[in-house]
Nanobody, 115 residues
Framework: QVQLVESGGGLVQPGGSLNLSCAAS????????IFWHRQAIGKQRELVAV???????NYGDSVKGRFTISRDNAKNTIYLQMNALKPEDTAVYYC?????????WGQGTQVTVSP
């Protein structure tokens, strides 16, 4: 079955960097766009970035120029390189895929940006 497993979260100081991973299985990974979303406490889940099958990407306004999404089809893995982190980037980060009209989410990984 489709599975998405995030990793790489943690505690980082403002201005620091983290690289999140999302390992996928159970579907033909290279054919699908994959999304990163995040949800902070008390806020709605928001789109962070998407990478399409052809490698093109789009980003939410709040992360443009700081975050980079990439994919390694040989490893069935999506990455989110996060630089210049701010306290407002604190959230649980989720990856998402829509496969055969069904939406799948990973379990999420916590990112905390604090002095």
């Amino acid at each position: 079955q489709v599975q998405l497993v995030e990793s790489g979260g943690g505690l980082v100081q403002p201005g620091g960097s983290l690289n999140l991973s999302c390992a996928a299985s159970g579907f033909t990974f290279s054919m699908y766009p994959i999304f990163w979303h995040r949800q902070a406490i008390g806020k709605q889940r928001e789109l962070v970035a998407v990478i399409r099958a052809d490698g093109t990407a789009n980003y939410g306004d709040s992360v443009k120029g700081r975050f980079t999404i990439s994919r390694d089809n040989a490893k069935n893995t999506i990455y989110l390189q996060m630089n210049a982190l701010k306290p407002e980037d604190t959230a649980v980060y989720y990856c998402k895929a829509t496969v055969r009209a069904r939406v799948y989410w990973g379990q999420g990984t916590q990112v905390t940006v604090s002095p």
